[in-house]
């Protein structure tokens, strides 16, 4: 009676045999555990996970969340709030740092630089002719970023052509000639103002680029065109009548002189983001050569 006591409705193996019977089968490596023997009752339970099979699982840190059912380098995925997070953790394997964008040391990219968005769309060229005389500040930067060849071309050449009846020599040989041998010579005094504007364009856009400009060239260089032609159409009309020797023909060069040094100076100011001090340095060159050469026609 007294062993049937003591067995009675209770397990007579010690834990230590129990824990080994619960226990499954080592792992021996090398593929997929086995899995325990199946002793009846139901469904096979199935063979737990090994090491190798598991996901690393995230450890208590220093936020406390203590959850184990997410990969280790998701992290948290219930971060609390306001919780103290470690410094060093951040650059840890598994962790990701977090890291704001800071304001650009170089500014707001409002300065200007060749080749990005016009200014403007392109002007016709009544528009940019009357421009150049009426508005020259608000017409030179919305054509900074735009080639003028066409106009430039065309008014140089004309003007270039009519610019050899207002010297006084010129225009006697000219007009004491033929037919045949005056239009080469109108022709090629046109080509000759034709490159000789393209010549000083690109001085004054090379000084402008010196001295800290940032314009393209061929606005520049067909802009400067357009302002030594216009600027001295009253010169050249009054020059063609009363010869390039008389007194108003000589202050209307000196007027239309100090307005295409102002108009030059605006231009490479708008075109190249100089102050005017460099802009006017950019165009010295040019407004000698058209003082020396067409003004006051010393050559």
Request: charged share 10%; glycine share 12%; net charge neutral.
């Amino acid at each position: 009676m007294a062993g049937f006591r003591i067995g009675r409705g209770r397990d007579n193996r010690t834990p230590q045999r129990q824990q080994a019977q619960q226990a499954p089968p080592p792992y021996t490596g090398g593929g997929q555990a086995p899995a325990p023997p199946y002793t009846g009752g139901g469904q096979a339970p199935a063979p737990p996970y090994t090491h190798q099979q598991q996901w690393p699982r995230a450890a208590d840190g220093p936020q406390g969340g203590g959850r184990y059912d997410e990969p280790e380098y998701f992290g948290d995925p219930h971060p609390r709030y306001g919780a103290a997070q470690d410094p060093h953790a951040a650059n840890n394997p598994g962790h990701t740092q977090m890291f704001s964008v800071h304001d650009d040391p170089y500014g707001d990219g409002s300065t200007y630089q060749a080749g990005a968005a016009p200014a403007g769309p392109r002007l016709r060229w009544k528009q940019l002719l009357s421009g150049i005389l009426l508005r020259p500040g608000p017409t030179f930067h919305q054509m900074r970023d735009h080639a003028v060849w066409v106009p430039a071309l065309v008014v140089t050449l004309l003007y270039g052509m009519l610019a050899i009846f207002g010297f006084d020599e010129p225009r006697d040989e000219v007009i004491n000639a033929t037919l045949s041998n005056a239009i080469p010579y109108v022709l090629i005094t046109g080509a000759a103002f034709v490159i000789s504007g393209l010549v000083l364009g690109a001085v004054t856009h090379t000084m402008a680029r010196q001295l800290g400009g940032n314009g393209a060239w061929q606005p520049t260089v067909g802009l400067s065109m357009l302002i030594m032609s216009v600027t001295d159409a009253p010169r050249l009309v009054f020059a063609m009548f009363l010869g390039g020797e008389n007194s108003l023909v000589q202050v209307l060069g000196w007027v239309t002189w100090l307005a295409a040094g102002a108009l030059f100076t605006s231009m490479v100011s708008k075109s190249h983001d100089l102050p005017w001090p460099k802009a006017l340095g950019a165009s010295a060159i040019q407004l000698i050569a058209l003082l020396s050469i067409i003004k006051l026609g010393t050559i």
